[in-house]
């Protein structure tokens, strides 16, 4: 399989605890997008990277919220004190500059 | 700005029917346009692209429509089955930045 491979595609932690996320993109692609999603919502915007760059991070995320990349291949998410909010499904999605973003099945956390 | 919307909207049709599905977008600079199909507990899934220099595109069953006048986006689905259900969102881009989704519709096809 070719494709965006996220890991793990579940995880329960309890509030406070840090949570890791990691995304292998598609091998030629030089972007890598992070969404969250949560029930009944269209996918929202996290960050961004062009290669090893960050090239946007939303305002909308709290400085709990880390995003690397550190040789332009594969991504971690980092979420860390974690909240009863921060339960949704996080995606990637991986692209070439200007063409269609590629999304994996995501990673769905649950914050008890 | 993001996504937003708790209720999505929903379209019912019947198998073998035409669907069309609508999408105002929110930015007028953007200028390329995308429609995902995501269904329960998957990622989205890419369907078909448009850039703003088209009004039109066609793929297997699938059509975009691009009115860039009104900032209007359409996918049209030809003799729908009931793989198709589904949610579908459309996602714009400016300038070749990061893709923002629109709220989405939930396609039920009717056997």
């Known amino acids: 399989d070719t494709g965006v491979s996220q890991d793990p595609r579940h995880k329960i932690t309890k509030r406070g605890q840090n949570v890791t996320f990691r995304c292998d993109p598609i091998?030629?692609?030089?972007?890598l997008y992070w969404y969250r999603q949560t029930l009944g919502q269209g996918p929202e915007f996290l960050t961004y990277?062009?290669?090893?760059?960050?090239?946007?991070k939303s305002r909308l995320l709290s400085d709990r919220f880390s995003a690397e990349r550190p040789k332009g291949s594969f991504s971690t998410l980092e979420i860390q004190r974690t909240e009863q909010g921060d339960s949704a499904m996080y995606l990637c999605?991986?692209?070439?500059?200007?063409?269609?973003?590629?999304f994996g099945q995501g990673t769905r956390l649950t914050v008890v | 700005g993001e996504s937003v919307g708790l209720h999505l909207p929903t379209l019912s049709v019947q198998e073998g029917d035409n669907s069309i599905i609508n999408c105002a977008y929110s930015n007028s600079a953007s200028d390329y346009f995308i429609w995902y199909k995501q269904e329960s507990g998957k990622g989205p899934q890419f369907i078909i692209d448009?850039?703003?220099?088209?009004d039109k595109r066609q793929g297997q069953r699938v059509t975009v429509l691009l009115n860039k006048t009104v900032k209007h986006l359409s996918l049209q689905i030809a003799a729908t089955q009931p793989g198709d259900s589904a949610v579908y969102f459309c996602a714009e881009a400016a300038d070749g930045n990061k893709l923002v989704f629109g709220a989405g519709t939930i396609l039920r096809v009717k056997s």
């Open positions: 091998s030629e692609h030089n972007r």
């Open positions: 448009i850039r703003s220099n088209m």
């Open positions: 999605a991986s692209s070439l500059r200007d063409s269609g973003a590629f």
């Open positions: 990277f062009q290669n090893e760059a960050q090239l946007e």
